[in-house]
């Protein structure tokens, strides 16, 4: 099995800045990338960042600019470096660990969310 944890979230004025943290745990496999999602109210769950077993990033471009993902292999950890947030970021945020396997198949495992809440 394997848990995710995120932690960082909070109450920020427009223009502040938060970092998240997602910390998997378990039976880790050594390829995987990581993500990091977000669900407003009302809203469709969204990919915000991305980062591959090589640390090949990317980010979706409302947040370019503004957000950065990066990770610790070691820590089996992933950073979301948010500035410049504005209240549309406004949303809980989910981590995501998708693990692959010698076979071919692949596994994703999300965690519980984080609230982000930016007030104008």
């Known amino acids: 099995q394997v848990q995710l944890v995120e932690s960082g979230g909070g109450l920020v004025q427009a223009g502040g800045s938060l970092r998240l943290s997602c910390v998997a745990s378990?039976?880790?496999?050594?390829?995987?990338?990581m993500g990091w999602y977000r669900q407003a109210p009302g809203k469709q769950r969204e990919l915000v960042a991305y980062?591959?077993?090589?640390?090949?990033?990317s980010l979706t471009d409302s947040v370019k600019g503004r957000f950065a993902i990066s990770r610790d292999n070691a820590k089996h950890t992933a950073y979301l470096q948010m500035n410049s947030l504005k209240p549309e970021d406004t949303a809980v945020y989910y981590c995501?660990?998708?693990?692959?396997?010698?076979?071919?198949?692949?596994?994703?495992?999300w965690g519980r969310g984080t609230q982000v809440t930016v007030s104008s």
């Open positions: 378990g039976n880790i496999f050594p390829i995987n990338d």
């Open positions: 995501l660990i998708k693990m692959y396997f010698s076979n071919g198949a692949y596994s994703d495992y």
């Open positions: 980062i591959t077993s090589v640390d090949t990033a």
